[in-house]
């Protein structure tokens, strides 16, 4: 969606899962699926990946229903922090 300035818009209320990757040594574990850790709004979702430690947070990953050219199914941790960092102007 976009507004009439031609920015973007992401829709914080759609529904969203926030993931996260078993691990050994805080390293993910590529053998393994992962697991979900809540549901919610992507909003929720982004707030409670905020509140991990910033040395867990590569082990996490929010799953939504795409919004491009902005979100995508499958958010990764840098994708999260940065929508974080921009979800007062989007």
């Known amino acids: 969606m976009d507004d009439v300035s031609g920015v973007s818009k992401v829709d914080f209320g759609a529904p969203a899962v926030l993931h996260k990757w078993p691990s050994l040594a805080n390293q993910r574990r590529p053998d393994r699926e992962t697991y979900q850790i809540s549901d919610g709004t992507l909003d929720e979702c ?45």
């Open 46 to 90: 982004i707030s409670a990946f905020m509140a991990k430690p910033a040395t867990t947070r590569h082990l996490y990953e929010i799953r939504t229903a795409a919004q491009l050219p902005l979100v995508t199914d499958i958010l990764s941790p840098e994708h999260i922090a940065e929508l974080s960092r921009l979800r007062e102007f989007l």
